[in-house]
């Protein structure tokens, strides 16, 4: 979608490996979220960041980590990754603010862990 | 727990049905019920709704919510195979924020055949 980008696109790795997950955006936008998608289970929030080194847990965080060293990437890290983590997993950006934005999701990434 | 409840999960039809997805919740503090069209990747904005009984309105479809009885639906007129897709219903608050995480169900997924 224009002015997000996840990557990888896909991604195969085996359990116990770490894995960093990136969304870049080009909208200036204050807020980034990930989210999960399975079946059976919709979307769900995992962490969202309000700011530069600012972030919260959503929903499902546990087993993921994130950071936001600039307005424009948000990366999500799974530190050990583990079967349950097998998914597909989606940025999005909002701006509450002046001349407000409305969610915008990307790509999304699919992740296999083997 | 906050939930959003969607149905059918799934639903075939013929090209030129009038189809009916339903999404009920539960939440604690209602923000706006919003509807995606999700294809092969990012879900897509279509309708967000905050007050009862307005009906929004989009080419051959049309959305309605009813905040007395805490569900929303979906009607998509006259089908085209183009509209097969994972139609998402989500509470929460379009423009994101500190309370912007959303809340979504699982999804109907509907199939139009020739």
């Known amino acids: 979608d224009a002015g997000i980008t996840q990557s990888p696109r896909h991604k195969v790795t085996e359990t116990g490996t770490p894995v960093t997950l990136r969304c870049h955006q080009t909208?200036?936008?204050?807020?980034m979220y990930w989210y999960r998608q399975d079946p059976g289970h919709g979307l769900r929030l995992i962490h969202y960041?309000?700011?530069?080194?600012?972030?919260d847990k959503g929903e499902v965080s546990d087993g993921y980590s994130v950071s936001r060293s600039k307005t424009e990437d948000f990366l999500l890290t799974l530190e050990s990754a583990t079967s349950s983590q097998t998914s597909v997993y989606f940025c999005?950006?909002?701006?509450?603010?002046?001349?407000?934005?409305?969610?915008?999701f990307g790509s999304g990434t699919r992740l296999t862990v083997v | 727990e906050d939930k959003v409840v969607q149905s059918p999960l799934s639903l075939v039809v013929h090209e030129g049905d009038t189809v009916t997805l339903n999404c009920s919740y539960e939440?604690?503090?209602?923000?706006?019920l919003l509807w995606y069209k999700q294809e092969k990747k990012a879900p897509t904005f279509l309708f967000m709704l905050?007050?009862?009984?307005i009906e929004k309105k989009s080419g051959r479809l049309s959305s309605i919510l009813d905040k007395k009885e805490l569900f929303s639906i979906l009607n998509i007129t006259a089908t085209q195979t183009g509209d097969s897709a994972i139609y998402l219903c989500?509470?929460?608050?379009?423009?994101?924020?500190?309370?912007?995480?959303?809340?979504f169900g699982k999804g109907t997924k509907l199939s139009v055949k020739p």
């Open positions: 960041s309000y700011g530069v080194k600012d972030t």
């Open positions: 909208e200036n936008h204050r807020y």
């Open positions: 999005a950006i909002s701006d509450p603010g002046q001349g407000a934005a409305g969610y915008t």
């Open positions: 939440v604690t503090n209602f923000r706006s």
């Open positions: 989500a509470e929460g608050d379009y423009y994101g924020g500190s309370q912007g995480n959303l809340i």
């Open positions: 905050t007050s009862s009984g």
